[in-house]
């Protein structure tokens, strides 16, 4: 599979915004969901936001509910995160991938993993 790209990661300060994106060129797009995760030095890699192949239907981890927008531009093969109100406890490498969407929140990766992209949050 052709690996996703992520990027749009930087430094910004407690209640600042980022816009992550993720290009997914030369591979099928359209009829598969997407999902952000992130992943802390000695935790395991946690859901953050989901999408459906429409971008009908969006899906949110309790923690960032009301501060994160996952959208995506299927004609670009592009997925984004918006992110506002940011804490420093979002600081994490934040990571696409295909996804499936197994109900009562569980979202599972199903393709494989890009570098990602480092978020960090000051205080």
């Known amino acids: 599979q052709v690996p996703l790209v992520e990027s749009g990661g930087g430094l910004v300060q407690a209640g600042g915004s980022l816009t992550l994106s993720c290009a997914a060129s030369?591979?099928?797009?359209?009829?598969?969901?997407m999902a952000w995760f992130r992943q802390v030095p000695g935790k395991e890699r946690e859901f953050v936001a989901g999408?459906?192949?429409?971008?009908?239907?969006?899906y949110y981890a309790d923690s960032v509910k009301g501060r994160f927008a996952i959208s995506r531009d299927n004609a670009k093969s592009t997925v984004y995160l918006q992110m506002n109100s940011l804490k420093p406890e979002d600081t994490a490498v934040y990571y696409c991938?295909?996804?499936?969407?197994?109900?009562?929140?569980?979202?599972?990766?199903?393709?494989?993993w890009g570098q990602g992209t480092q978020v960090t949050v000051s205080s």
């Open positions: 991938n295909v996804a499936i969407n197994y109900g009562l929140g569980r979202w599972e990766p199903a393709g494989t």
């Open positions: 030369g591979r099928p797009f359209s009829s598969q969901g």
């Open positions: 999408i459906s192949w429409s971008g009908g239907n969006t």
